[in-house]
């Protein structure tokens, strides 16, 4: 039997998307959304779908334009709203109820838009090295060599690559470090390792409007539990934008990832064991209920 089965559906427009799906469709426990990062895809989450699934659904996005799912012709569509509209088309499609989901980056940042569009399908969320307020710095980082494509030869210079653009991901082995790159780059017609998004998706975020205020969207998740997860180095979600989401939310859970960068790839050993503690407990109070 497969590890997970891919899946496509349609989006409002016709786009075709794509996600992964683990587990047994009739589970019984609150399945789980995984919501990557600007330009990351289902990959990322292999691992954790892996410990997760075992009672339960999880499933897998790639946004459109990254990874399996179709790019947009229209670039100006790469923006929140219609990620949302994926979403909601997502879980009609999938026929999921309420979701834990767990949201790195972007992810984390649609999780709490969810909060003001969608409340209703939101069981916990795990925000993953993100919050209201996004360090300058990581998003100056990020837009620099999102937009323009770095393509190689070789997985070997892939991974090198991939080491001198994020020195601290948490990956301690050169197998990880690979599964990471084969996350990053795909093959193309020309033999060459691409990209595996689509490079114009940094357009909106260069030429758009700028971040609006976001406490709103964070404050919108009301009572819905949440686990907070940031990574030591983190440029991204630094360590007083943290300390202002518990003063926030006095029951926020907090786990800081030391020597990671963003972001933690939610297989550290100080990690894993909070995630499922807080996805069981989440499961538990369905259950009780």
């Not at 959304?33 to 339960?56: E, P, Y």
């Not at 979403?87 to 972007?106: E, Q, W």
């Not at 837009?143 to 494509?149: E, F, I, N």
């Not at 609006?212 to 404050?219: A, C, E, Q, R």
């Amino acid at each position: 039997m497969p590890e997970f089965r891919e899946q496509h559906y349609t989006a409002q427009d016709g786009l075709s998307l794509y996600y992964r799906e683990y587990g047994d469709r009739d589970a019984p426990e609150t399945p789980v959304l995984c919501l990557g990062g600007l330009t990351r895809n289902s990959k990322d989450f292999h691992s954790v779908a892996m410990r997760l699934h075992t009672g339960r659904r999880v499933i897998c996005p790639d946004y459109r334009g990254r990874g399996r799912s179709a790019y947009d012709p229209n670039p100006q569509h790469y923006q929140p709203a219609t990620y949302l509209n994926d979403i909601r088309h997502l879980f009609a499609a999938a026929n999921v109820g309420p979701a834990i989901i767990i949201g790195t980056s972007l992810g984390g940042l649609l999780a709490m838009a969810m909060g003001a569009a969608m409340p209703s399908m939101l069981a916990g969320v795990v925000l993953n090295d993100v919050g209201p307020d996004i360090g300058g710095d990581g998003l100056s980082r990020i837009l620099d060599y999102v937009g323009v494509d770095r393509p190689h030869s070789d997985w070997d210079s892939a991974v090198q690559d991939l080491r001198r653009m994020f020195p601290h991901l948490s990956l301690d082995t050169e197998e990880a470090w690979l599964e990471a790159a084969q996350a990053t780059w795909r093959e193309g017609a020309d033999g060459m390792l691409h990209f595996d998004w689509d490079v114009k998706l940094v357009d909106m975020l260069r030429d758009g409007p700028p971040v609006p205020d976001l406490w709103p969207l964070f404050h919108s998740l009301g009572n819905i539990p949440i686990l907070a997860i940031r990574g030591a180095l983190s440029d991204v979600l630094t360590a007083a934008t943290f300390d202002k989401m518990a003063m926030a939310r006095a029951d926020l859970v907090q786990i800081t990832v030391p020597g990671a960068g963003h972001v933690p790839t939610l297989s550290e050993p100080s990690v894993r064991e909070p995630i499922d503690t807080f996805i069981a407990g989440l499961s538990h109070q369905k259950n009780e209920r």
